[in-house]
């Protein structure tokens, strides 16, 4: 994973939901324009793409204040799901036995890119 000037990265490492729930939200705006995908996760009814659009603001911020990268030209280059810790809780059963519930969480990495059109650039 290397990082140049046209890059900027945000995390969150304790999100609290599963990697699978959350890699069917995630995949969906990869490879966007930063505005489309605020607007596909603004109106999103899945309760985890709150703090997805977070982590994005995040990675918009980072761009724009720390690498001074216009961003109107930003895209989401990439973005990774991993495994966090898992929250381990019972629940009492039959004859005196307890049923395990496992609450997992997750990690969210978002990496946005300027790209800027060369046909633009000409023009």
Wanted: proline letters at 2%; hydrophobic letters at 40%; a positive charge.
């Amino acid at each position: 994973m290397s990082q140049d000037n046209t890059t900027a990265i945000a995390r969150d490492n304790m999100v609290r939901v599963s990697p699978q729930k959350l890699s069917l939200i995630v995949n969906s705006i990869v490879n966007k324009k930063v505005s489309s995908a605020i607007n596909q996760l603004t109106y999103s009814e899945k309760r985890i793409s709150k703090n997805v659009l977070k982590v994005l603001n995040a990675a918009i911020a980072n761009a724009e204040n720390n690498k001074q990268l216009d961003i109107d030209n930003l895209f989401i280059k990439e973005a990774f799901i991993g495994k966090s810790m898992r929250m381990k809780r019972w629940r009492p059963r039959a004859k005196g036995r307890a049923g395990s519930i496992i609450k997992p969480f997750s990690k969210i990495t978002i990496i946005v890119e300027e790209r800027i059109n060369k046909n633009k650039e000409k023009n």
